[in-house]
């Protein structure tokens, strides 16, 4: 089945620790994007990358790395700069075909700090 | 940059009853979207929609660009219908840079 996976379902951070969410898409989508929820607030986007190795900060990237090595896969890492890492993270994709695509989402990491 | 707002913030329902959520945003769009997630956080596309009105069985949504303001009418509801509703609008010209609402919660009661 074509769709989004998200890796892990649940995370938890030590304090000074850096982790990693995984991101894989079979859609062929060539963005992909991270987004950030917390507790009953709307997402805001970390980082996007429209193309194999390129990628643009989205309103909230300090803490926060990606990659984009392959097409397939944007994995995040948070870093032990982000103070304050408990949240939702959503991972998306969409075509670029026009501005006007569809986005598509992961089923999500909830990260918790120990 | 784009601001979205929704209103209302949160919503009870009986199952059978209808809703309105609504959807202002501050500057031209040419790209709105509705989701839904449900209470396992899953999000699901329900609408692209930009201009005029679509239906998706028990959904529909109209979006009038002219006044800045996207309609998600839901009928006979039904209690999979519960959790949070988002509209998202496109920001940042050529980018696909969505900017999210903060969400209608909705709750449909048996």
């Known amino acids: 089945d074509g769709g989004i996976t998200q890796s892990p379902k649940y995370l938890f951070r030590k304090e000074g620790q850096n982790v990693t969410l995984s991101c894989e898409q079979n859609?062929?989508?060539?963005?992909m994007y991270w987004y950030r929820q917390d507790p009953g607030q709307g997402l805001r986007l970390i980082y996007y990358?429209?193309?194999?190795?390129?990628?643009q900060k989205g309103d909230i990237a300090e803490g926060y790395s990606v990659s984009r090595e392959k097409k397939e896969s944007f994995p995040l890492t948070v870093t032990s700069a982000q103070k304050n890492p408990t949240a939702f993270y959503l991972c998306?994709?969409?075509?670029?075909?026009?501005?006007?695509?569809?986005?598509?989402f992961g089923s999500g990491t909830q990260l918790s700090v120990l | 940059g784009i601001q979205v707002e929704q209103s209302p913030p949160d919503l009870i329902l009986q199952e059978g009853a209808n809703s309105t959520l609504r959807c202002n945003f501050s500057d031209s769009v040419n790209n709105l979207q509705w989701f839904h997630q449900n209470p396992w956080g899953q999000l699901i596309n329900l609408f692209y929609i930009p201009s005029g009105t679509k239906q998706n069985g028990r959904l529909s949504a109209t979006t009038v660009a002219t006044e800045r303001y996207s309609l998600l009418y839901i009928s006979s509801s039904q209690t999979t219908d519960s959790g949070v509703y988002f509209c998202a609008a496109l920001y940042g010209g050529a980018t696909n840079k969505l900017i999210f609402g903060t969400g209608t919660l909705l709750a449909v009661q048996p």
């Open positions: 990358s429209q193309i194999v190795n390129d990628f």
């Open positions: 998306a994709s969409s075509t670029l075909r026009t501005t006007n695509e569809k986005l598509f």
């Open positions: 859609l062929n989508h060539d963005a």
